[in-house]
C-alpha cells in the first residue's frame, strides 16, 4: 500500500493517538470496537490512509470524544459538500451504529439549521406509522446533543405531524385545542424522560 501523509492526514491521525492516549485505549483495544486490526489504527494514526472510512470517522469522534468537524477533510468542510440522510444512515446501519449516535453524528457533520433540521425529521417519519412518528421525534430530539433542549422546535415537529395525521385519517377529528393539549401531553412526558436522563448521565 502506498503511504500518504498529507497535512489533513497527519492532523487527523495525531488527533485520534492523542484521544486514544487520553482514553487510555491501546491501538488493539480501539480496533476491536471497531472491527479493525491493530495495524489499521497505526495506519490511520500515522496517516497512512488517504481517507478514513466516513462511518469511522462518526464511530472514532463518539468514542474518543472528537468533534466530528475535526475529523472532516478540507473537501468535506466546503458548503457545496452535503452527505444526503439515506447515505449517511446506510453508512451507520451498516456499521451497526445506534439511532442516538446516527442522529447527533449527522447533526453534527450537517450543522443543519432548525428548519433542515425538522424537515429532515419529517422526511424521515414519511412512512412511519403515526404512534411510531411521535416515538421517534421524541426518542431522537431526547438523544441529541444539539436539540434536546429546544422544546420550540419539537413541539413544532410534533404539531405538523398531527396535521398531517388528521387531514390524510378521516377517523382523526380532532380539533386544533385538542390536538394541542395532546401535543402538551407528550411534551410533558418529554421534559419527564429529560430529566430521567440528566439524573442517570450524573451518577
Known amino acids: 500500500m502506498a503511504t500518504v501523509q498529507g497535512e489533513e492526514q497527519k492532523r487527523i491521525g495525531e488527533l485520534i493517538r492523542q484521544q486514544r492516549k487520553l ?5 488493539t483495544e480501539l480496533g476491536a470496537l471497531l472491527n479493525l486490526g491493530t495495524k489499521a489504527i497505526s495506519d490511520y494514526e500515522k496517516g497512512h490512509i488517504k481517507v478514513i472510512p466516513f462511518e469511522k470517522r462518526v464511530r472514532l469522534a463518539d468514542m474518543l470524544d472528537i468533534q466530528l468537524t475535526d475529523l472532516l477533510y478540507d473537501e468535506e468542510k466546503t458548503d457545496k459538500f452535503r452527505i444526503s440522510k439515506d447515505t449517511f444512515f446506510k453508512y451507520c446501519y451498516e ?7 446516527a442522529e ?3 447533526l453534527q457533520y450537517g450543522e443543519l439549521t432548525e428548519v ?34 429546544n422544546s420550540k422546535i419539537i413541539s413544532e415537529i410534533l404539531h405538523e405531524l ?11 377529528n ?4 385538542e390536538i394541542n393539549d395532546m401535543i402538551g401531553c407528550f ?4 421534559f419527564d424522560l429529560s430529566i430521567s436522563n440528566l439524573e442517570k448521565n450524573r451518577q
Open 104 to 106: 447527533s453524528g449527522y
Open 116 to 149: 433542515e433540521f425538522k424537515n429532515e425529521m419529517l422526511n424521515a417519519c414519511e412512512n412511519l406509522p403515526f404512534t411510531c412518528q411521535i416515538l421517534y421525534v421524541l426518542r431522537v430530539t431526547l438523544e441529541s446533543k444539539y436539540y434536546s433542549n
Open 174 to 177: 380532532l380539533s386544533d385545542t
Open 187 to 190: 411534551m410533558n412526558l418529554y
Open 162 to 172: 398531527f396535521l398531517k395525521h388528521r387531514k390524510e385519517t378521516t377517523e382523526f
Open 23 to 27: 482514553k487510555k485505549m491501546t491501538q
Open 95 to 101: 456499521s451497526g451504529i445506534p439511532i442516538s449516535e
